[in-house]
């Protein structure tokens, strides 16, 4: 009972999320950081912490992805949020082609430096929190680690297919003792019941992932789809592998994208 209480007490005064560094919502949407009192169709969530494996991943340049990312966002220079009235021609149209769309940022999840697993804990309770609102969570990290506390909090009533683009498998069941690293996701996905099928896009070059780990993702039955094959048969075929009409769970690694186009990864792989 004693320890219930101060759970609840505890919930009433910690703060998830903060506003991100200078203030702007990324793209130019409205910062909102009251996940108690959420109304919108689409929530931005910033991620900044892995769960380090050595005392130098504690602070890394990933760390500080989600802020730079909103802070240099093509819309950063201007005063009025282009990319909700201008033309995209990547696009064909605004990016949110002129419908009612609600888009908020939802701030950075805060963090404990004393213990920092507990950046882990709000994440999920943030990301729980926006779930429930019924919004569609979009998560910057950050490492690759930050899928976890997410993908735990997805709602569990129904079946989930999970795809990853990403050069790495991030199927070790830990790395120095750490099972929820930046080399786990995957690993950590395959246990939670409601992940009907895993979908790995990009797969190539060395990482973390021994034989051992291609042995457990085959006999999990995950979907591996190299570099090579998806350029062999063409991204249409890929998705086609995907069962259509189901509820989707997407991660991207960064360092799923040929370093040409983003070189500012840990384990470049071309």
Same mark, same amino acid.
């Given at each position: 009972m004693e320890s219930s209480y101060r759970d609840k007490q505890r919930n009433k005064i910690e703060k998830l999320t903060e506003t991100p560094k200078g203030g702007r919502g990324f793209l130019g949407f409205p910062v909102?950081?009251?996940?108690?009192? %959420?109304?919108a169709d689409i929530a931005i969530l910033g991620v900044p912490y892995g769960l380090p494996y050595t005392p130098d991943d504690l602070s890394?340049?990933?760390s500080t992805s989600p802020d730079l990312l909103r802070e240099n966002a093509q819309d950063s220079g201007w005063s009025e949020p282009r990319t909700i009235k201008h033309f995209d021609w990547d696009l064909g149209g605004p990016l949110l082609d002129n419908r009612a769309v609600r888009v908020v940022d939802c701030g950075n999840v805060t963090a404990d430096f004393q213990n920092p697993r507990e950046h882990y804990r709000r994440a999920e309770v943030a990301a729980k929190k926006i779930f429930q609102s019924g919004a569609v969570l979009v998560s910057i990290g950050?490492?690759?680690?930050?899928p976890i506390p997410i993908?735990?909090?997805l709602p569990d009533g129904e079946p989930i297919i %999970?795809?990853?683009?990403?050069a790495h498998m991030d199927w070790r069941d830990s790395v120095n003792g750490e099972k929820e690293g930046y080399s786990s996701p995957i690993r950590r996905a395959s246990e939670?019941?409601?992940?009907?099928?895993?979908?790995?896009?990009?797969?190539?070059g060395v990482g973390s992932g021994r034989e051992e780990e291609m042995k457990a993702a085959k006999e999990y039955g995950a979907n591996l789809i190299s570099a090579y094959e998806m350029h062999q048969i063409g991204m249409g075929k890929v998705l086609d592998k995907i069962p259509d009409g189901k509820r989707y769970y997407i991660t991207i690694d960064a360092d799923g994208l040929d370093p040409t186009i983003m070189p500012a990864v840990n384990a470049p792989t071309p």
């Open positions: 909102h950081t009251d996940l108690n009192n %959420l109304d890394n340049d990933q950050g490492d690759h680690g930050i993908m735990k909090a %999970l795809i990853q683009i990403d939670l019941p409601f992940i009907e099928e895993i979908y790995q896009i990009g797969l190539r």
